[in-house]
């Protein structure tokens, strides 16, 4: 009996003992063991702290970046904690800053507000020499238009300044038929139209160069257009593609060459200028023997080949503007 009841009590105490074992780890560890379930609540104590981390991200190359508004700044005075504060750019480009009141800071890059808002708690003598700090903590977003010749025309949200290239290339590059004329209307209360160049000459580094800020609007112009008229195998409005460039020879090589009865020494080429039209005329043996060079065409030019001298003496500007305004429109290919 005494036996029995001595292993009914072991069987009784075993799980006991085993059951205390995790329990006793779990209290001479309990640092480490209580360090993770003890992590999420700070993570959530830190995010509840600064309410405003992790709103928007801020590109890391915003140095160009102009205050626009929506942005909102995280503003501090060194040594005076009272006056820390997030400051919101109104839509009329104000700050409102503590004591000082509002302050315009629209347009301005970051130490140009900085020294603004200083000089704003100068004059008003809240301080003597207030050291400022202040720092982008979420950008409005901003968005830049692209039309014209670009695969995909549109509003394109951007944070800060990127390079027309950067741009061009949001659009989805430019189309075949893309001019060497880009528009960049410049927002702002000047409203400037900026003029920029993209022939075949240009460098590309020189498209990395120019920017494009939040709120500006690129323009690509269409490639120019030259008429081929009289007296060629398929006269007609050839656009300069490719941001190409045409001459007189190259020019009747598209319109398939001169035709046998076409007068070659009494061509004539009509270019506007202003508000008149300008017409010279040029003999084509001169420049396919290299005694002159073939002279460059720009857009909306005309270039008319009598089929005989008396009718290039008959046929007069206006009868040849008139042609080119009916005239087929073909692409280089």
Do not use: W
């Not at 003999?283 to 857009?299: K, Q, R």
């Amino acid at each position: 009996m005494n036996k029995i009841s001595t292993v009914c009590l072991s069987l009784i105490a075993l799980p006991l003992l085993c059951g205390s074992v995790p329990l006793c780890a779990q209290q001479d560890n309990g640092t480490e063991a209580g360090a993770p379930l003890a992590q999420p609540k700070k993570s959530r104590a830190s995010a509840q702290k600064n309410p405003v981390d992790g709103i928007t991200t801020v590109p890391e190359d915003f140095a160009n970046a102009r205050l626009s508004p929506g942005v909102l700044l995280r503003f501090s005075v060194f040594d005076a904690p009272e006056m820390d504060a997030t400051l919101r750019v109104t839509s009329d480009g104000n700050v409102a800053v503590p004591l000082a009141g509002p302050v315009q800071v629209g347009g301005l890059s970051l130490t140009e507000a900085r020294a603004r808002i200083r000089t704003a708690l100068i004059d008003g003598e809240f301080f003597k020499d207030p050291q400022v700090t202040i720092d982008i903590v979420q950008l409005a977003p901003g968005f830049a238009t692209l039309l014209g010749e670009v695969q995909n025309p549109g509003r394109f949200q951007i944070l800060s300044p990127i390079s027309l290239q950067e741009a061009l290339v949001l659009a989805g590059g430019e189309t075949v038929e893309a001019g060497a004329e880009i528009d960049i209307q410049r927002s702002g209360a000047d409203s400037v139209v900026e003029h920029v160049l993209n022939d075949k000459e240009s460098s590309r580094n020189d498209l990395r160069k120019i920017m494009v800020s939040p709120g500006d609007a690129v323009t690509v112009q269409r490639a120019g257009i030259v008429y081929i008229l009289g007296a060629v195998h398929r006269p007609g409005g050839y656009l300069m593609l490719n941001k190409g460039s045409l001459n007189l020879l190259e020019a009747l090589s598209l319109a398939g060459g001169t035709s046998l009865e076409a007068s070659t020494d009494a061509i004539r080429v009509l270019r506007r200028h202003d508000q008149s039209v300008v017409e010279e005329k040029i003999n084509l043996s001169h420049l396919t023997t290299g005694n002159s060079p073939a002279p460059p065409l720009g857009d909306k030019d005309i270039v008319f080949v009598p089929s005989s001298k008396t009718k290039s003496i008959l046929v007069n500007g206006a009868v040849i503007i008139g042609s080119a305004a009916s005239a087929a429109l073909y692409r280089v290919p």
